[in-house]
Structures are given as structure tokens and as C-alpha cells.
């Protein structure tokens, strides 16, 4: 079992939709959760992370964690076509870095 | 400037041949990493290193080689390419914490290689 799993989807919505997306996670050592955004042919960029669990918000983007299920959600509210991307879920316990292996979004104008 | 600039950005070679990614960051971060992406598999590490002295095996460092130049520079070289090598490459860097105690990578644009 992977220590982060994650719907590869593809996912496409129209422009404005709410968008949620989901990861898992196995080790209960984990504490701090991240999500980056990958642009084609880009590297991956942080696009926000939490500690523990509970809710962070950053504009449109809300990153959630519920460490009793063991569950990370990345919200994005009125999405708009520049969101198109592949969003990795991620997570580390110091010295290493589990990711999830992406979720890939377009958003329809 | 790249915080973390990767070169060549595209590379096609062929198998067998001697091939090394170059990896440099302006950051002033010691740790330093390697992962490939491949699509459907994510990313995986190849190697780390904490610092100049320090090097590390990931969980695919099989057919693979590093070397940490100084604290900027850290390198990674495919000692004889086979067509399965053929991938994206990622160098990233990090801070043991940042301010708020948050270790995260930073990483490069990428290499492209393919294995022919």
C-alpha cells in the first residue's frame, strides 16, 4: 500500500464550478499535509499546506485534513480555467516525502 | 532566476551512453533531491542528500548515481541509459523548517529524458 493514495482522475469541470479533490494517507505519523499544482511541462509548485488536522483557506483554495479518517481535500471554489493543472497531495514525516500521484483537472471556460 | 535550475531540459540519448543531469539552487537550502515522474506512478525519490557530506539512497536508485558538488550543486548521472529511464526528472530542495516548522520542496522545471 502506498503511504499516499490519490484519485488520478481525469477531472474536468465547467468555469466556475466547486472542485474537490482527495487523497488518502496510511501513517499515522504524518503531520503536516501539502498540495502542489503542476503545470504542464512545469515543476511542481506548493500551492498550500496544514499542520495537523482542520481547515486552511487561501482565496479560492481551502485545504482540509481529517486525521481521524485519515483524509486530505483540496477545495477550490469558482474555478477558473487558469486552475487547470495536476494537483499532487503530499505529505512527510522530516527526512522523506510521500506524494500522491496526481489528480489531473481542466476547467472548461 | 530559477530558485532551482535544472539542466538540459530535454535530453534524447541513446542506450548504453553516460548521461547527467545538473542540478543547482540558489535557496541556500542543504537538502537536496532527485525523483523521476512517470505518468501513473508519481513521484519517486532516487536520492537525497542533507549535505555536501551526506548522500542517500531513495527507493529507486537502482542504474543511478549523485554527486553533491557543494551545497548549491548537486548532480545526477545515469551511468549506462536503458529505454525504462526514459522519464521526467525533478530536482528539489528544502529547509529542515521553515518559520512556521513546515518542511516543503521547492522544485526545479524539470528534465525530460528519453532513452532510445
Not at chain 1, 504542464?40 to 482542520?54: F, N, Q
Request: proline share 4%; hydrophobic share 30%; with cysteine.
Amino acid at each position: 500500500q502506498k503511504e499516499v493514495e490519490q484519485d488520478p482522475g481525469p477531472l474536468s469541470v465547467p468555469e466556475g464550478a466547486i472542485v474537490s479533490l482527495n487523497c488518502t494517507y496510511s501513517n499515522s505519523a504524518f503531520q503536516y499535509f501539502m498540495w502542489y499544482r503542476q503545470y504542464s511541462r512545469k515543476g511542481p509548485e506548493l500551492l498550500m499546506y496544514t499542520y495537523s488536522s482542520g481547515n486552511k483557506e487561501d482565496g479560492r483554495f481551502t485545504a482540509q485534513v481529517d486525521k481521524s479518517s485519515k483524509y486530505i481535500s483540496l477545495f477550490i471554489r469558482d474555478s477558473q480555467p487558469s486552475d487547470s493543472a495536476t494537483y499532487l497531495c503530499a505529505s512527510n514525516t522530516g527526512n522523506q516525502f510521500y506524494f500522491g500521484t496526481g489528480t489531473s483537472l481542466t476547467v472548461i471556460p | 532566476d530559477a530558485d532551482v535550475t535544472q539542466t538540459p531540459r530535454n535530453r534524447i540519448t541513446k542506450t548504453g551512453k553516460r548521461i547527467m543531469l545538473e542540478c543547482s539552487q540558489t535557496k541556500g537550502h542543504d537538502r537536496m533531491y532527485w525523483y523521476r515522474q512517470d505518468p501513473g506512478l508519481g513521484l519517486r525519490l532516487i536520492y537525497y542528500s542533507f549535505d555536501v557530506k551526506d548522500i542517500n539512497k531513495g527507493e529507486i536508485s537502482d542504474g543511478y548515481s549523485v554527486s553533491r558538488q557543494a551545497q548549491a550543486k548537486f548532480s545526477l548521472s545515469l551511468e549506462s541509459a536503458i529505454p525504462n529511464q526514459t522519464a521526467l526528472y525533478f530536482c528539489a530542495t528544502s529547509a529542515p523548517r521553515d518559520s512556521s516548522g513546515a518542511n516543503v520542496l521547492t522544485f526545479g522545471a524539470g528534465s525530460r529524458l528519453t532513452v532510445l
